[in-house]
Each structure stands twice: as structure tokens, then as C-alpha cells.
T-cell receptor, first 115, second 115 residues
């Protein structure tokens, strides 16, 4: 089955700096890679996703890059703000539409943005 | 957007009793739903895939007789934790593919505490 590794487990940055979280996956059939932000005791919130036919996607301060050959993808957050502090999870799945199949999650990254 | 509602949000039960958790898609139909479990400071781990009108598919290591899943309609899946023990205490989250199955939508989660 799929295995997703995520690094780092904790990340502390100064407000305004950039944050980068990296994930690798094992199943070459995976073709959908979402990123979630989860606050304590809450449901995961989709912040950005990318499909395997795209190498990069950007939404305001958030961007995701995908390297299919190397089987890794990364989340980039620029101009970090205190409200970005949360746990971030990467995930992978396969399927025609992406969102219809089970997700394999990474181990999570606790991001702390300090004033 | 698509809404998935989970009930209850939290429950405390005694060892040996059973607890039922409901997951509803409020404004769309879901022939498939996914149940995840998340222990404190850990990732979401898929427990099983719930299929409307047929048996659930359980992940390796998940006891199907202990975690009973029923998907009796296109908008409701239930997870029953039978003979609960303290080690079953966890955060249980369901998800369903939204319309077009391009994105997974999560319930708000259920915090189960077994005492």
C-alpha cells in the first residue's frame, strides 16, 4: 500500500518568513496530493491540492510543488502569519477524480509562527 | 459547498459498552464514506471504507467485529465501537467525496473517551 513520509515534524518560523514542508510517497499510482491544516480538536481543512498532471499550483501565499519522478511534493507558505500556526498534513491517493478514494496521510508538521 | 456532519462531537462511555457515531452528508449523496482514527498528536489513519448497500472494507489490523460499520442510505454511515476499552479512546473522523468526487469533505470528528 501507499506510504507517505513527512518532514519536519515541527517547524518554528518568525512571522513574515517562509515555511516549507516536504512529503514523499511510495506508490507511483498516486495522482492526487492534498494538503490539510488541522487545528486542535477540529476537522482537517483543505488548503491546497495538486494532481499529477501539474507540477506546481499556487493560491495567494500558499503553493505546492510536485516531482513525480522523485515521488515528492512540498508545501510552501510565504509571509507567514500567527494564524498559520497549526498542524499540517500532506496526503496522497489515486483515482480518476482524486477526491473519491481513500487518503494516506503523512505524519504531520506542527508549524509555529512566532511574533 | 458540500457538508458532512458527524454526531456526537464528543462522548464518554464506560468500558465494555458500545458507542455509535453517525456521519451524514447533508447536501449530497455519498455511496462511499471513509472512517479515520486519530490518536493524540498523531496522523489520521484509515480504518475502513464504508460502501452503501454492501459490506465495509477494513484496513489491515482493524477488527471488523469490534468496529461495526453500516451504510444503510446514501447520506448516512455509522460506526459502532463495540465493547469499548480505554485504548479505543481517540478522535474518530469520517469523510465523503463531494459532488464530482474532486475533494474529500470531513465531518467535525468525534472525541471518544472510554473510562
Amino acid at each position: 500500500g501507499e506510504n507517505v513520509e513527512q518532514h519536519p515534524s515541527t517547524l518554528s518560523v518568525q512571522e513574515g518568513d517562509s515555511a516549507v514542508i516536504k512529503c514523499t510517497y511510495s506508490d507511483s499510482a498516486s495522482n492526487y496530493f492534498p494538503w490539510y491544516k488541522q487545528e486542535l480538536g477540529k476537522r482537517p481543512q483543505l488548503i491546497i491540492d495538486i494532481r499529477s498532471n501539474v507540477g506546481e499550483k499556487k493560491d495567494q501565499r500558499i503553493a505546492v510543488t510536485l516531482n513525480k519522478t522523485a515521488k515528492h511534493f512540498s508545501l510552501h507558505i510565504t509571509e507567514t502569519q500567527p494564524e498559520d500556526s497549526a498542524v499540517y498534513f500532506c496526503a496522497a491517493s489515486n483515482g480518476i477524480t482524486g477526491g473519491g478514494n481513500k487518503l494516506t496521510f503523512g505524519t504531520g508538521t506542527q508549524l509555529k509562527v512566532e511574533l | 459547498g458540500a457538508v458532512v456532519s458527524q454526531h456526537p462531537s464528543w462522548v464518554i462511555c464506560k468500558s465494555g459498552t458500545s458507542v455509535k457515531i453517525e456521519c451524514r452528508s447533508l447536501d449530497f449523496q455519498a455511496t462511499t464514506m471513509f472512517w479515520y482514527r486519530q490518536f493524540p498528536k498523531q496522523s489520521l489513519m484509515l480504518m475502513a471504507t464504508s460502501n452503501e448497500g454492501s459490506k465495509a472494507t477494513y484496513e489491515q489490523g482493524v477488527e471488523k467485529d469490534k468496529f461495526l460499520i453500516n451504510h444503510a442510505s446514501l447520506t448516512l454511515s455509522t460506526l459502532t465501537v463495540t465493547s469499548a476499552h480505554p485504548e479505543d479512546s481517540s478522535f474518530y473522523i469520517c469523510s465523503a467525496p463531494g459532488p464530482g468526487a474532486t475533494e474529500a469533505f470531513f465531518g467535525q470528528g468525534t472525541r471518544l473517551t472510554v473510562v
